[in-house]
């Protein structure tokens, strides 16, 4: 029976975590260059961009057992298409949103990146003020009026992601 090559796998993992900071710099210039530039000839292909990209790094982080990360993208992704489905992609609110969810995203990539190990729930908590404004603002854009989602339902995924993922950490550090 062969043993796993630990040292292979660890490189791997850098490899992949390199790969996701690489692509989380190419979502924040394709959004910069989306606000700077307005172009709606090419709207359609830039956000479809953004959106292969965000799913990209999105298995990323999910290969490196990055949760609460994982979650951040998969949400990220999902307002990205409902923008592209929607054709407003130039709306600065929708952007400016966009942006700051994107910075907290990339901001736990690097942390994690430094420092092996990332405390979400606190980002999460900030990434859902700003998800909770933009969803509102799409719904605006559809036509639709978007419920916010129930605080006690975000409560709980929070909860359930800190118990899971940052409290053995914590545990591991006390002894």
């Given at each position: ?54 799913h ?53 990539l ?12 606190g ?23 978007i ?13 359930q ?15």
């Open positions: 029976m062969m043993l796993p090559d630990f040292n292979r796998q660890d490189e791997s993992c850098q490899r992949v975590l390199q790969n996701m900071l690489d692509l989380s710099r190419q979502i924040g210039r394709g959004l910069l260059e989306m606000q700077r530039d307005k172009d709606d000839r090419n709207a359609s292909t830039q956000l479809m961009g953004l959106i292969e990209t965000l990209t790094l999105k298995g990323g982080v999910a290969y490196l057992d990055l949760v609460g990360i994982e979650l951040l993208a998969q949400r990220l992704e999902g307002n990205v298409r409902s923008l592209w489905e929607l054709k407003a992609p130039f709306d600065p609110d929708c952007l400016a949103r966009l942006t700051n969810i994107h910075e907290i995203l990339e901001d736990l690097f942390t994690y990146a430094q420092e092996g190990q990332v405390a979400v729930a980002a999460l908590a900030r990434a859902q003020l700003l998800f909770t404004q933009l969803e509102s603002k799409l719904g605006q854009i559809a036509g639709i009026r419920a916010a989602p129930k605080s006690v339902e975000l409560d709980k995924t929070v909860l992601l800190v118990l899971r993922t940052e409290l053995p950490q914590i545990l591991d550090n006390l002894e």
